[in-house]
């Protein structure tokens, strides 16, 4: 897989690397007949790159005077990592608590107060993981207006961000990766 890939191309790579069935309990504690395992696409080399340039595009796009970019660990880190190549923006690490050695940061990498960030995300259903973000670089000092995730499930997140002050922008809703799985399992049957 060279070269960038249409939308639909990457939502079918998606759906055909990370796309589960069966009976799963999500961060949010809502149950789902289907789950999008990140870890299923953020280490595929090609696939990764191509995530990274469409959030890279996506962060250019909602926040183009962003002066870095956030990803919260452990999740969205290679995300970030990814977009930060391909954007040339620095990124920062936020983590879930500040750790209880070294520096016990709970933002990791250099930043400075009052800076524009723009937070990237895997997958977003409730959005509670990312508003607990958006709170920890909102104390650090930092400004944060929008995210951008690989897919929002669709299920509240975008309006509990909005709530906060935040856009949530997606690559792909899930009810589009729905159709794609719709559509391989009747080629496939």
């Known amino acids: 897989m060279s070269g960038a890939l249409a939308p639909d191309a990457l939502g079918e790579l998606l759906v055909e690397h990370a796309f589960l069935e069966g009976d799963f309990v999500l961060r949010s504690g809502r149950r789902s007949n289907y789950y999008l395992d990140k870890y299923r696409f953020e280490t595929q080399p090609e696939l990764l790159r191509q995530l990274g340039e469409r959030l890279a595009s996506a962060t250019r796009e909602v926040e183009p005077d962003a002066a870095r970019l956030a990803g919260p660990a452990l999740g969205a880190v290679v995300l970030a990592a990814s977009a930060s190549m391909a954007s040339g923006l620095p990124f920062i690490i936020v983590r879930g608590e500040a750790k209880e050695y070294g520096t016990a940061n709970r933002i990791e990498g250099l930043f400075h107060q009052g800076e524009l960030v723009c937070l990237v995300e895997d997958v977003v259903t409730s959005g509670g993981a990312v508003a607990e973000a958006v709170s920890a670089l ?34 792909f809703r899930a009810g589009e990766l729905l159709t794609h799985r719709k559509s391989a399992a009747k080629s496939h049957g």
């Open 138 to 171: 909102r104390d650090a000092g930092l400004a944060v207006r929008h995210a951008v995730c690989v897919v929002d499930r669709e299920e509240g997140g975008a309006d509990a961000l909005a709530r906060i002050g935040v856009r949530l922008h997606s690559l």
